[in-house]
C-alpha cells in the first residue's frame, strides 16, 4: 500500500513531469525531424481505424437524421400536392359546368338576327299534370310573355305558349293533341296544318293535295298575324302512303333551355349543319299492301296514345 504522504508526492510531481517531457518532445522534433514525422505517422496510422470506429456512431445517426428530415419534407410536400389536387379537381369540374353551361347558351343565342331581340330566355320545369299531356313550365321571372308566342330550343321549334302566370308560363309542345302550328313546305312551297297526336312525331294535314309534302323537305312556321314566321320545325317523313309526319329538330325530350319570342316578325332560323338532326328511320305500323287494323286507327284519336315506329 502507498502511504498518503507517497501519494501526495507524485501528485505534485505529475505535471512537472508532463511540462518536461511535453518541453523535451518538441525539442526532440527540432533536433531530429525525420524521425519525428515517422513516429507521428505511425501513431496516426495505429490509432486511426480506433479514431474511425469511434465515429460511426455519430456518423451513421447523422445519416438517420438527414433520411427522416427528407421523409418528412416527402410528406408534408405530398400533403401540399394532394391539396392542390383537390383544389384543381374542383376548379375543374366548375370549368366542365360552366362550359356546358355556355355551350347551351350560346347554342340559344343562334336564333335569329341582332335586331329582333323580342324574347325570353328560361329554364325548364317538367310539368307532367295539368290539362295537357305534353306540356312544360317555363321561368320567366319578371318578363311579360303574351299566350301563343313561340318556343324554340337550340335547334328548333318546341311549342307554343298555352298559359301565362305570375314568373312562369306553360309551354305546350308541338307534340300534344292540342297543338295546332300552321307550316310552310320549304321545297314544295305549300302550306299546312302541323297537328300532334301524343306521340314523338305530329301529322301533316290540310296540305294542298296536288302539292304534297315531299319526303325529307324541311318545314318551317308559316308567319302571320300573332305568329312569328320562319322557325324551324323539322322533317317531313311518310309513316305510310299519304300519312306524312313530322320529325322535330327539337329535343323534346330533353328539354333545358327555351326562348320565347313574340310578335309577328319574321325569325331567321340557325344553319341547317348545327339544325338537322339525324334521326333513326320510322317504320309502318303494319306491312305494305296491308290495310291498318281497326285498333291502330282507333289508338291515333285516344289522348293517351302512344305509336311505337322501329
Known amino acids: 500500500m502507498v502511504s498518503i504522504h507517497t501519494r501526495q508526492l507524485l501528485a505534485g510531481l505529475v505535471l512537472p513531469v508532463m511540462v518536461f517531457l511535453a518541453v523535451g518532445i518538441v525539442l526532440a522534433g527540432q533536433i531530429w525531424p525525420g524521425k519525428a514525422i515517422q513516429l507521428r505517422m505511425a501513431a496516426v496510422r495505429s490509432v486511426g481505424p480506433t479514431y474511425q470506429a ?3 456512431p455519430q456518423r451513421q445517426f447523422r445519416k438517420w437524421q438527414l433520411t427522416l428530415q ?8 405530398n400533403a401540399r400536392l394532394r391539396q392542390e389536387n383537390r383544389q384543381l379537381a374542383y376548379w ?5 359546368t360552366l362550359r356546358q353551361e355556355n355551350a347551351r347558351l350560346k347554342a340559344a343565342l343562334h336564333w335569329g338576327t341582332e335586331d ?13 299534370s295539368g290539362p295537357y299531356l305534353r306540356a312544360v313550365l317555363l321561368e320567366v321571372g319578371d318578363h311579360k310573355v303574351q299566350q301563343g308566342s313561340l318556343a324554340v330550343d337550340a335547334v328548333g321549334l318546341v311549342g307554343r305558349v298555352s298559359e301565362v302566370g305570375p314568373h312562369v308560363v306553360r309551354v305546350l309542345l308541338i307534340e300534344d293533341a292540342a297543338s295546332r302550328i300552321p307550316v310552310t313546305l320549304q321545297s314544295s312551297g305549300g302550306d299546312a296544318m302541323m297537328i300532334g297526336d301524343n306521340t314523338p312525331y305530329p301529322r ?14 324541311h318545314i318551317v312556321t308559316r ?18 302512303p299519304g300519312q306524312p309526319v313530322v320529325i322535330p329538330d327539337a329535343a323534346l325530350g330533353k328539354l333545358e333551355l327555351i326562348r320565347v ?39 291515333r284519336f285516344l289522348p293517351f296514345a302512344s305509336l311505337r315506329n322501329g
Open 204 to 217: 301533316l294535314m290540310y296540305y294542298n293535295q296536288s302539292l304534297p309534302p315531299e319526303e325529307g323537305e
Open 116 to 128: 329582333s331581340r323580342d324574347y325570353v330566355s328560361g329554364w325548364v320545369v317538367r310539368d307532367e
Open 70 to 77: 427528407g421523409v418528412g419534407d416527402l410528406l408534408a410536400s
Open 54 to 56: 469511434l465515429l460511426f
Open 92 to 96: 375543374y369540374g366548375e370549368a366542365q
Open 223 to 240: 308567319g302571320q298575324t300573332g305568329l312569328t314566321g320562319g322557325v324551324a320545325v323539322g322533317r317531313v317523313h311518310y309513316l305510310t
Open 261 to 299: 319570342f313574340d310578335g309577328d316578325f319574321m325569325l331567321e332560323a340557325p344553319p341547317s349543319a348545327g339544325r338537322v338532326r339525324e334521326k333513326p328511320p320510322l317504320l309502318p305500323d303494319h306491312r305494305d299492301g296491308e290495310a291498318p287494323s281497326n285498333w291502330q286507327n282507333l289508338r
